[in-house]
């Protein structure tokens, strides 16, 4: 039997029971210590967030919280480094338009 | 060994932010052959520091405002003659008051600054929101200026350098002044630096906080002081704040000598989202350090000004040091005790605003025309000898 190469296999992780977060409307599998960004790329997501001024894709760049490529609207708030904020059970993440702050612009 | 460089030069520009890409652009225009040199990148100083300020609103009448409005024309100019990508913005300036006296003192400033060609209007507390309608309720009034704008001023530096390029000025960055050249009778013969020699009969001392260390270079003392402040850079935002907005102690501050440090919020919005939030002033040497009490005070008084403030995220903060000369005028203009060496250095907080002007001025000297401003107030030898 081969074994599936995967991070936690390599590191020999025994990370506890999965749970679940919201990604826009739906429910993705994360584990515990996860980064949101890391529970949707599990997921084959890789992208949460349009730019501002060309409506393009965007998902995680450098991982580390420098870039701020990786934002999106986590618990109704915008801006949030995806690569930074633990996936905790119940998250609710939404796809991020621009800045994701149109209610302020006057 | 030193090379040196061939087609003859008629001046070395020391400096590659705004003020020296600007003394560049003007002499290349002129048809001067000019070459620039800074020992880091361009805008690697203050300029790239900037918020990119091109305000009259904060200067009392006499010969800073009288650079400042040539440089508002100048300005407008450059936004046409360069192009969109200096992002430079008409937007108009906003000072606003909390107390009635402090709205009659604004009222008395701007009497003085309209008799000296300022625009400015008085804007009740009841129409301020119409202005900016995130303003904080409460405030006793304001003025608006609608010559203030703004430019991002590491994108001017560049394409002033970038004209100046194309019309035959050559650049060398990472490349350090070591000497000034002079002749037995005293005037410069242009410099020498790590990689070259650089001959020419004219040198612009546009080193900006550093402007001390070359004169010290020529033989003469230029008592410029370093003057720290910190801005603070949010999310990207949609255009909640439209104007540059700023509260009435700010002219006080920028007035002020004292070395303590100096708070007072200057708020604007960017094309590129994020508000910018200054202005902090402090004297402590080219001390570095990050400073959260000067932080904490500028975020306190952006969101006191405009309380949506609050509940959006920093995501960094920077730092530079303004060119202080004790009389916070700059030294622009030929030094009486160096033939040949132009200062354009010193201008404070105020460089990125004044480079055009100051510029211009420097390429009518340079020309042998009379420059359009009486240069005497900006002398280089007006102050004491140590």
Known sequence: ?106 | MLKTHRPPLDVVVVGAGVVGAACAYYAARAGLAVAVVDRGPVAGGTTGAGEGNLLVSDKEPGPELDLALLSTRLWRELAEDLGPAMEYEAKGGVVVASTAAGQQALRSFAAGQLAAGVEAEEVPAERLRELEPHLAPGLAGGFRYPQDAQVQPALAAAHLLREARRMGAELFTGESVIAVDRGPDGAVRGVRTDRRRLAAPAVVNAAGTWGGELAALAGVRLPVLPRRGFVLVTEPLPRLVRHKVYAADYVADVASGSAGLQTSAVVEGTPGGPVLIGASRERVGFDRTLSQEVLRRLAVQAAELFPVLAEVVVMRTYRGFRPYLPDHLPAVGEDPRVPGLHHACGHEGAGIGLAPATGLLISEQLTGKRPELDLAPFRADRFPAA
């Open chain 1, 1 to 106: 039997m081969t074994r599936r190469r995967t991070p936690a296999g390599l590191v020999e992780a025994a990370p506890g029971p999965a749970h679940h977060i919201e990604f826009d409307g739906r429910p993705v599998r994360a584990l515990p210590g996860q980064s949101i960004a890391a529970a949707l790329w599990a997921d084959g997501v890789l992208a949460w967030r349009t730019t501002r001024v060309g409506g393009r894709p965007r998902g995680v760049f450098c991982g580390i919280g420098a870039c701020f490529d990786c934002l999106a609207t986590v618990d109704g708030r915008p801006n949030q480094r995806t690569c930074l904020v633990p996936a905790e059970p119940g998250t609710v993440v939404t796809t991020q338009e621009g800045h994701g702050r149109a209610d302020l612009a006057v």
